[in-house]
């Protein structure tokens, strides 16, 4: 398996049954009458209740707007000025790569599947032994997505929990993740004056003010909102900063039903599009018609505990449910799925991301996030889970890829040639054109005999991923920032990320 492991990731299969961007939508947990009735408590919750805490600049231009501040000193919104941002707000956008290659068009029911999340913690390869995530862990995760098909994006995943002035950890951040991957990147700050720095420090990667314009490879945003239904400053000002750069703004809210959401699923789906649309008309009233990504992520509590359950059944219907309503509007979807509360990649692990990731895939979420790699109910990072869930994700996607029907593929000549013929397919024409396009085939799921498997050790998934985890980590470091590039960000910002840990050879893996 070591093997085919390698050559896999050497000599990639030319063709592929899945690909991003693939369109979903074929699965509804809401009628079109419950799709209404939400809408219609959306819009009533915004203009009867509203938001606490509108920072100065929006809470100035929703006045001149036509928004009030009601007796409890909450901003409410008219209808009409919510219907009519949800109707102007650009309805697809991209997500650019450093080359064209990792382009990802979102809108309409394309599904695009990657990792996201705030982990403070890395399970090690091949242990039960959790430790706090460090930079190199954000440097390592990001060149482990670059080699990952299914994986669309890179989000920096954790925290780099030794890094104290947090100015210096959102710009070294940044840079260990365009450093690792050439795929599009979100960012997220802690402050909105930490935008502006990075945003120089990722311009003289692009090569430029000129190029960075023309290929924004990284995104900014953040969760304006502490639920329920009130905004937070720091991150409400990140997000409106993060305007500047020239890429969508992504904005997540969180509300946990039984907690700071309604315990009714659909009150607390409710509560999260009112929060979700709540943080575009922020955006908007201060920049009309920018693009956002709009991510509900209405999260379950174990109500026993009141603990958060990122792997149940609940969370991973309300997930769907919110990417179905902003689907409906016609709006860029984000939700979180994938949020196993296992604490290993195991069955667990597996079946509570499975069952999550695939309604929100099938539902036409525009970006499945949390997908790749997340475990214990967010708290931790798994390189192990991140490759078994590649794995995942491919399956995941060629369900939403669905089965194409048409006289070639209904095969009726072909059934009629085989009974004529060799009496089976194996070697029929039609199967040999196909089976790179019609079939999705996994890098580490063990299809061998019983035989093979128990001659080979009985090694089982996290014992597979493992391997590739330490080949590729050991290997692959990528120049996604050329030397004399990578010397001049140095001069001039205060990166940490020691260079010789970024070429082969260094002895960490």
Not at 129 to 145: C, G, I, N, Q, W
Not at 399 to 412: F, Q, Y
């Amino acid at each position: 398996m070591r093997r085919g492991i390698k050559t896999r990731r050497e000599n990639p299969i030319s063709a592929s049954a899945v690909a991003p961007g693939m369109i979903g939508g074929r699965y509804n947990p809401l009628t079109e009458s419950d799709l209404a009735r939400i809408h219609e408590t959306v819009l009533t919750v915004l203009e009867t209740i509203g938001m606490g805490d509108p920072i100065e600049i929006f809470r100035e231009r929703a006045l001149a707007r036509g928004c009030w501040m009601n007796e409890h000193d909450r901003l409410c919104f008219p209808r009409a000025l919510v219907e009519d941002v949800i109707a102007t707000t650009p309805k697809e956008m991209f997500f650019l790569g450093r080359t064209p290659q990792y382009d990802l068009e979102l809108g309409g029911h394309r599904v695009h599947t990657y990792g996201g999340g705030e982990a403070v913690n890395v399970l090690d390869v091949g242990t039960r032994h959790y430790r706090p995530s460090t930079l190199l862990d954000v440097y390592d995760a990001a060149r482990l997505v670059d080699t990952l098909d299914n994986i669309h994006a890179f989000s920096r995943l954790i925290v780099a929990t030794e890094i104290e002035d947090q100015l210096i950890c959102d710009i070294n951040t940044a840079y260990a993740s365009v450093a690792g991957t050439a795929k599009h990147t979100a960012l997220t700050f802690s402050d909105h004056t930490h935008v502006a720095p990075t945003l120089e420090m990722l311009k003289t990667i692009a090569g430029g003010e000129k190029q960075w314009l023309e290929r924004p490879f990284c995104h900014g945003g953040g969760c304006p909102v502490i639920s329920p239904l009130r905004y937070g400053r720091d991150n409400s000002e990140v997000c409106v900063e993060s305007i500047k750069f020239g890429a969508p703004v992504w904005i997540v809210v969180a509300p946990q039903a039984g907690a700071t959401a309604p315990a009714a699923l659909a009150g607390a789906v409710v509560q999260c599009v009112a929060e979700a649309i709540a943080s575009v008309l922020l955006v908007d009233l201060v920049s009309p018609g920018y693009p956002v990504v709009i991510g509900p992520w209405p999260f379950v509590s174990d109500l026993r505990t009141g603990a958060f359950t990122g792997g149940s059944g609940e969370e991973a219907l309300v997930s769907a449910a919110a990417a179905q309503v902003i689907n409906h509007y016609g709006l860029v979807s984000s939700v979180g799925a994938g949020m196993t509360d296992a604490k290993i990649p195991d069955n667990q692990a597996g079946f509570e991301k499975g069952i999550a990731v695939a309604l929100a895939a099938l539902t036409g979420c525009n970006n499945v996030s949390e997908s790749a790699g997340m475990i214990g109910s967010l708290m931790g990072l798994s390189l192990e889970a991140m490759v078994i869930d590649n794995d995942m994700l491919g399956a995941v996607m060629r369900t939403v890829r669905g089965i194409e029907v048409n006289d070639a593929t209904l095969s009726l000549e072909v059934m009629a040639e085989t009974v004529k013929g060799d009496g089976h397919y194996l070697r029929h024409p039609q199967t040999l054109e196909i089976m790179r396009t019609e079939y999705e085939y996994p890098a580490l799921s063990d299809r061998r005999t019983l035989e093979d498997w128990q001659s080979a050790g009985s090694p089982d998934i996290r014992d597979q991923a493992a391997i590739y985890v330490k080949e590729t980590l050991s290997s692959h470091y990528p120049l996604h920032i050329d030397a004399d590039t990578d010397q001049k960000i140095r001069e001039r910002f205060p990166i940490i990320l020691p260079a010789h840990a970024m070429q082969p050879g260094n002895g960490r893996w």
